[in-house]
């Protein structure tokens, strides 16, 4: 490459990933990362894609910003598309015209949840709420203007940082004492620290030891599944809490968005082709917990 290090261009920077990204960023000082705000770099105006990357010239832009408030997408359609599926093919098509490569975070909920078996890459996508729709779309945005990019869908993505079912259950064993969380909906939660790490190893094997990683579509998440009560109970052992876990049916925690039953990803092609181990979702449950514990 003519530049001494990798330059990476990362959007969302504010997100729970895009903030695990800055953190294991200070760790490969070899590579440049630029990190933007919404306020910096808002995919869903076009021209500002164009703006940004031939201003910085990045080889690769990881895609951390996303419209993520499940239920309400379910109303909000304008605004899960400004960011999930149009912003996504601008941002493709000005990646595609600078010739980066671009990574972009995907989700479980493009699947109906209706299989009892994990998902691979070649299922038939059904998604059925509006952010899985949105998502989807997003995915076929990028795939209609370019070939150099990958596309990583996870599941149930949580961080030491930002708002999610983690640090949620956390405040409600402090407040509450006691928790009534959902036990028939079943996925892998994924540690967005460990995401993080690995596209940035994903992004060394491909444009720096220019090992031969194929394009396109992989699941990722951590190894093993598990209900959201499964997970609550994980997040009180690793915290120490002898709090009560109580699990229920989804039909009693009613909501807008539906939501799949089984969205448990097949990671076979990830670990095959990237030649990247995962470690298990427990283990990502106490590695956030030590990393909130900490600061």
């Known amino acids: 490459m003519d530049r001494k290090k990798l330059r990476i261009a990362v959007t969302g920077a504010n997100g729970q990933l895009g903030l695990e ?18 306020n910096e770099w808002d995919i869903a105006i076009e021209s500002l894609n164009e703006e940004r990357i031939s201003e910085i010239k990045p080889d690769a832009v990881i895609n951390a910003a996303a419209y993520t408030n499940v239920e ?7 605004g899960a598309d400004a960011s999930n599926n149009l912003g996504v093919g601008y941002l493709a098509k000005a990646c595609k015209s600078s010739q980066a490569l671009l990574v972009h975070v995907s989700t479980d909920y493009v699947f109906d949840g209706q ?38 869908r996870t599941s149930w993505l949580y961080s030491s940082f930002g708002h999610n079912f983690f640090k949620t259950m ?26 993080a790490e690995d596209i940035i190893t994903l992004l060394k094997h491909r444009l720096m030891e220019e090992k031969p990683i194929p394009y396109g579509i992989y699941h990722y998440t951590q ?31 009613p909501t807008k968005a539906k939501r799949p039953a ?25 590695a956030c917990t030590q990393a909130i514990s900490s600061r």
Request: glycine letters at 4%; a negative charge; zero cysteines.
């Open 223 to 253: 190894l093993g599944e598990a209900s959201w009560y499964d997970f609550a109970k994980e997040i009180m052992k690793a915290n120490h809490l002898d709090i009560p876990v109580t699990p229920v049916n989804s039909a009693q925690f």
């Open 21 to 38: 990204l800055k953190q294991v960023s200070l760790e490969h000082p070899d590579m440049e990362f630029l990190f933007f705000t919404r």
């Open 262 to 286: 089984y969205s448990k990803l097949d990671t076979q092609r990830w670990e095959f082709n990237t030649r990247i181990s995962l470690r298990s979702w427990q283990e990502g449950v106490l």
């Open 115 to 152: 299989k009892t078996t994990p998902y691979s890459e070649f299922d038939e996508v059904n998604p059925i709420n509006y952010y899985g729709l949105s998502k989807l779309q997003g995915e076929r945005a990028i795939d209609a203007v370019s070939d150099r990019y990958f596309i990583l």
């Open 170 to 195: 956390l405040r409600l064993a402090h407040e509450k004492g006691a928790l009534s969380v959902v036990s028939d909906q079943v996925a892998s939660p994924t540690y967005a620290r460990y995401l």
């Open 72 to 78: 309400k997408a379910e109303e909000d359609h304008e």
